[in-house]
T-cell receptor, first 114, second 113 residues
Framework: GNSVTQMEGPVTLSEEAFLTINCTYTATGYPSLFWYVQYPGEGLQLLLKATKADDKGSNKGFEATYRKETTSFHLEKGSVQVSDSAVYFCALMGSNFGNEKLTFGTGTRLTIIP | DTAVSQTPKYLVTQMGNDKSIKCEQNLGHDTMYWYKQDSKKFLKIMFSYNNKELIINETVPNRFSPKSPDKAHLNLHINSLELGDSAVYFC????????????FGPGTRLLVL
């Protein structure tokens, strides 16, 4: 079955540091890949997505590139802010009909200190 | 206007009780979902409905019964609550099945004592 593995947290960085959160996946076919973010006390929000190999998703300064050869979708940001503190979830949706659910990684809690 | 809303926001109850959580979306979406997030933040889908039809039913105890009276509402009823049911339950919706972007509600924090 499909699965997503992302780096364990928590991750603590200073403001303006470079961020990488690793994500790798296992899936048959050509899944779509996502990063969702959960701010404290809120539901999840889509941060970015990529639907085919070599696509780059980007939003709010965050980027992730769909790498089929390494089955990865690492999240990066060049300069983090305190407001980026949240839990980040990598997820995939299978490409097969009937396999249309989102499978999430375990989440990575990110804390940015001023 | 809130796009996906859930009630109640918090629910504290005793083991063995029956409780319901309600979800409504005003986005005009066809597909709705229930997710369970445990204490370690692990998020797993439970059910999905498309136009009131059940399309995803993961391995969930049959104490959990979803009901969709119309495509804007998806409620979750839980019978005989157990300690292990304590979690945050999220409702979500998407424009159609296999639509990649899902919109999540704020969650219902359930604590079973």
């Amino acid at each position: 079955g499909n699965s997503v593995t992302q780096m364990e947290g928590p991750v603590t960085l200073s403001e303006e540091a470079f961020l990488t959160i690793n994500c790798t996946y296992t899936a048959t076919g050509y899944p779509s890949l996502f990063w969702y973010v959960q701010y404290p006390g809120e539901g999840l929000q889509l941060l970015l997505k990529a639907t085919k190999a070599d696509d780059k998703g980007s939003n709010k300064g965050f980027e992730a590139t769909y790498r089929k050869e390494t089955t990865s979708f690492h999240l990066e940001k060049g300069s983090v802010q305190v407001s980026d503190s949240a839990v980040y979830f990598c997820a995939l949706m299978g490409s097969n009909f009937g396999n249309e659910k989102l499978t999430f990684g375990t989440g990575t809690r990110l804390t940015i200190i001023p | 206007d809130t796009a996906v809303s859930q009630t109640p926001k918090y629910l504290v109850t005793q083991m063995g009780n029956d409780k319901s959580i309600k979800c409504e979306q005003n986005l005009g979406h066809d597909t709705m979902y229930w997710y369970k997030q445990d204490s370690k933040k692990f998020l797993k889908i439970m059910f999905s409905y498309n136009n009131k039809e059940l399309i995803i039913n993961e391995t969930v105890p049959n104490r959990f019964s979803p009901k969709s009276p119309d495509k804007a509402h998806l409620n979750l009823h839980i019978n005989s609550l157990e300690l292990g049911d304590s979690a945050v339950y999220f409702c979500a919706s998407s424009l159609r099945r296999r639509e990649e972007t899902q919109y999540f509600g704020p969650g219902t924090r359930l604590l079973v004592l």
